[in-house]
């Protein structure tokens, strides 16, 4: 199956610049609409876990890993925990 296998790797070479959305997801929560024009700067929306639970990390919209949240340079990065099977081609 060597052919194979080769016909996937050159597959992917062809798509491999493409471009997919990443989104790190540390929580939810529903609001009503009131609640929502009732916001103002300073407020606080609670979310639907802990503090220090992983976050999800999503892949055009498909839940793909789980990760911790950190900051590098000042900036918010995610720390890859866990990588879940996905089924080939689900991406």
Known sequence: C??????????????SNVEM??????????MSVRDVLD????A????DRSA????DVLLNGRLVAH?????????YAVRITQILDVADGAL
């Open 21 to 30: 959305a990443m989104t790190v997801e540390i929580g939810r929560t529903r």
């Open 39 to 42: 916001l103002e700067p300073g």
């Open 2 to 15: 060597r052919s194979a296998a080769s016909a996937g790797a050159a597959n992917l070479g062809r798509i």
């Open 67 to 75: 990760g911790e949240v950190v900051v590098v340079d000042q900036d």
């Open 52 to 55: 220090g639970a992983p976050a």
């Open 44 to 47: 606080v929306i609670e979310l």
